[in-house]
T-cell receptor, first 120, second 117 residues
Framework: DTGVSQDPRHKITKRGQNVTFRCDPISEHNRLYWYRQTLGQGPEFLTYFQNEAQLEKSRLLSDRFSAERPKGSFSTLEIQRTEQGDSAMYLCASSSLAGVFGQPGHNEQFFGPGTRLTVL | AQSVSQHNHHVILSEAASLELGCNYSYGGTVNLFWYVQYPGQHLQLLLK??????LVKGIKGFEAEFIKSKFSFNLRKPSVQWSDTAEYFC???????????????FGKGTKLSVKP
């Protein structure tokens, strides 16, 4: 399977603990995104990387959240001192800046299966 | 603030009925537009996309969408739904259009479609 993969698929933790999620994008994609989805809502943007550079962060990304993409391949999202309000599905997506025929791509994003976090 | 509105939270149809799901966005500039689908137990999948050109775009599984710039709308349609179309449908906008100057997608809240056999 050459799609976006995420690990773990489910995580149950106690309030106050730290958790880390991993995302492996489609191999040739240089952009990687993190979103959060809660019940009844669409995905909400958290942050994105172009290669190893973190280019944008949402105001949703509090100082307890940190994301890295050290070698421009896989990425990790860490949440420190988890709170019950952090319970959500955390989605990763990737896209390619490169389109066809030398034109820029159109940011078509491909999503992984998500990591469902439950904070007790 | 940029936002995407999906007018229907839950739509229930019988098989063979026609479908139209509304999507409006608030952004005055060029946009890329997407519809994603999430089948039960599966991850988000791209259904169709609009970047430029013909405002009527066709996607997978017989779905199509029409971009009406003057109405800031990108409604999803299917002439005849099947039970297997039961899923949640999300409209998404990438402000900035060609080249994607703004990286993230802005999603609507989704519309749950239930098709009765």
């Amino acid at each position: 399977d050459t799609g976006v993969s995420q690990d773990p698929r489910h995580k149950i933790t106690k309030r106050g603990q730290n958790v880390t999620f991993r995302c492996d994008p489609i191999s040739e994609h240089n952009r990687l995104y993190w979103y959060r989805q809660t019940l009844g809502q669409g995905p909400e943007f958290l942050t994105y990387f172009q290669n190893e550079a973190q280019l944008e962060k949402s105001r949703l990304l509090s100082d307890r959240f940190s994301a890295e993409r050290p070698k421009g391949s896989f990425s990790t999202l860490e949440i420190q001192r988890t709170e019950q309000g952090d319970s959500a599905m955390y989605l990763c997506a990737s896209s390619s800046l490169a389109g066809v025929f030398g034109q820029p791509g159109h940011n078509e994003q491909f999503f992984g299966p998500g990591t469902r976090l439950t904070v007790l | 603030a940029q936002s995407v509105s999906q007018h229907n939270h839950h739509v229930i149809l019988s098989e063979a009925a026609s479908l139209e799901l509304g999507c409006n966005y608030s952004y005055g500039g060029t946009v890329n537009l997407f519809w994603y689908v999430q089948y039960p137990g599966q991850h988000l999948q791209l259904l169709l996309k609009y970047f430029s050109g013909d405002p009527l775009v066709k996607g997978i599984k017989g779905f199509e969408a029409e971009f009406i710039k003057s109405k800031f709308s990108f409604n999803l349609r299917k002439p005849s739904v099947q039970w297997s179309d039961t899923a949640e449908y999300f409209c998404a906008v990438n402000p900035g259009g060609y080249g994607g100057s703004q990286g993230n997608l802005i999603f609507g809240k989704g519309t749950k479609l239930s098709v009765k056999p």
